[in-house]
């Protein structure tokens, strides 16, 4: 998907919402147990009851590399599932991959030519040749870390070298070098609040993907207040808010209800930054 369609994609929908199917064998609900495939049949469901609310979707590989064949099966089930009935969501492999080139130029193949997601999350941390093999696929994203929601961002990311340029800085800029904003996105998690200003001043145009509303507790409206540009730039996930909201039968409904009150906050910080 092209930057052109995903920010038509938030227009027309009035949303910004990416829904992360973090889907854990442990939390589904009991009735889905007795599905030949589990995972698949719960996704299935959530992409079905949360579509109108979302642009995009974010399945983390841990949930379901952690199954072995079945969960490969099972993440291969669900992007084609999206692809053929939702081929306007914009998909996202959260792998966090990154490694020396060859190995790198592996991971891009797995993802964009094989799963054929529109986006892979990679580290940064090895540098230009292990992040380069992911760029130059038409339509294709890398989502590099930037910024992570965790209190660990503190350990490296927030550490300042002798100029007072901030870890995170030099990554975003640095990287700025590889690759445009046609193809390239960062990372910022929504606990950082005041942070996203400062990176807007770094990467004004640049989409961020942000991680961490809901469960972890960012706020929608300070994401929005210092990180919204002129095409919306953002993408916000909430994957455990959404996807259990309810662990009985009426899963997908209260997935729909908790996807639709983001999305509707999301469309009112759309009109009022004067985007729709
Ligand atoms: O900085 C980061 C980077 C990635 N994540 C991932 O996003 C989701 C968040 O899930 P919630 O349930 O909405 O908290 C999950 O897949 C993380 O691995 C992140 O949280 N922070």
């Given at each position: 998907m092209t930057r052109e369609e995903l920010i038509k994609n938030i227009k027309s929908k009035q949303s910004f919402l990416c829904v992360g199917l973090d889907s854990d064998i442990k939390?589904?609900?009991?009735?889905?147990l007795s599905e030949p495939n589990p995972i698949?049949?719960?996704n299935k469901a959530i992409i079905d009851a949360t579509a109108p609310y979302a642009v995009a979707y974010k399945p983390n590989m841990a949930f379901y590399e952690s199954l072995g064949a079945k969960g490969w099966t099972a993440?291969?089930?669900?992007v084609?599932?999206?692809q053929?009935?939702?081929p306007d969501q914009f998909i996202i492999a959260d792998a966090k991959r990154g490694d020396i080139g060859n190995t790198s130029t592996l991971y891009a193949r797995s993802f964009f030519e094989h799963l054929g997601v529109d986006a892979i999350t990679v580290a940064p941390y090895m540098g230009q040749?292990?992040?380069?093999?992911?760029?130059?696929y038409d339509s294709k994203w890398v989502v590099?870390?930037?910024?992570?929601s965790n209190k660990g961002s503190y350990d490296f990311q927030l550490t300042e070298d002798k100029n007072g340029k901030r870890l995170f800085e030099n990554v975003i800029e640095t990287s700025q070098q590889w690759a445009s904003d046609k193809e390239m996105m960062y990372v910022v998690g929504a606990t950082q609040g005041k942070m996203f200003a400062d990176i807007r001043k770094i990467a004004p145009n640049h989409f961020l993907l942000v991680p961490g509303v809901g469960a972890q507790g960012g706020s929608l409206e300070e994401v929005a207040k210092y990180g919204m540009n002129s095409?919306?730039?953002?993408l916000v996930n909430s994957s455990r808010g959404i996807i259990y909201a309810s662990s009985g039968t009426d899963f997908a409904e209260a997935a729909a209800r908790e996807a639709r009150i983001l999305a509707g906050q999301m469309s009112e910080l759309l009109k009022a930054n004067g985007i729709i």
């Open positions: 939390k589904l609900p009991a009735h889905l698949f049949a719960f993440l291969e089930e669900t084609s599932y999206i053929n009935n939702y040749d292990s992040v380069s093999p992911f760029l130059g590099l870390l930037a910024l992570t095409d919306c730039g953002l």
